[in-house]
């Protein structure tokens, strides 16, 4: 997700700032943007299921989990980014899945991964 997100951040601001999208954007939005975008921030949202599972639990290791030993690295490459115009956050949610409509999203708020 982090990764993923990053790469969106950094083909956005190369499209924005070569001025091929500026032009797009305002065509459709009649909207002015910034002349030159520095800063790209990623929000990297999931619900709280997900966190859980990459997260994982004390003394077990499952699928999908990031190993304990890994987040050092994983908090220096948000810290890079962050130095190169990509601040990074990360949040989760809770939702109620309908059937007849689309899920409603409630209780949006930042966490904090493990060190």
């Known amino acids: 997700m982090l990764v993923e997100g990053a790469a969106y951040a950094i083909a956005l601001r190369k499209a924005w700032n070569s001025g091929l999208f500026q032009t797009t954007w305002k065509q459709v939005t009649s909207i002015d943007g910034p002349a030159r975008l520095e800063q790209v921030p990623v929000l990297c949202l999931a619900p709280e299921a997900y ?12 699928a999908d989990q990031v190993f304990p030993d890994h987040w050092k690295a ?11 115009g990509i601040p990074v956050c ?23 991964l493990p060190t």
């Open 51 to 62: 966190w859980t599972r990459v997260v994982g639990s004390r003394g077990r290791r499952q």
């Open 74 to 84: 994983f908090h220096r490459l948000v810290g890079t980014f962050g130095t190169c």
């Open 90 to 112: 990360f949040a989760t949610f809770e939702y109620t899945d309908a059937e007849t409509s689309l899920p409603t999203i409630k209780n949006v708020r930042s966490i904090n």
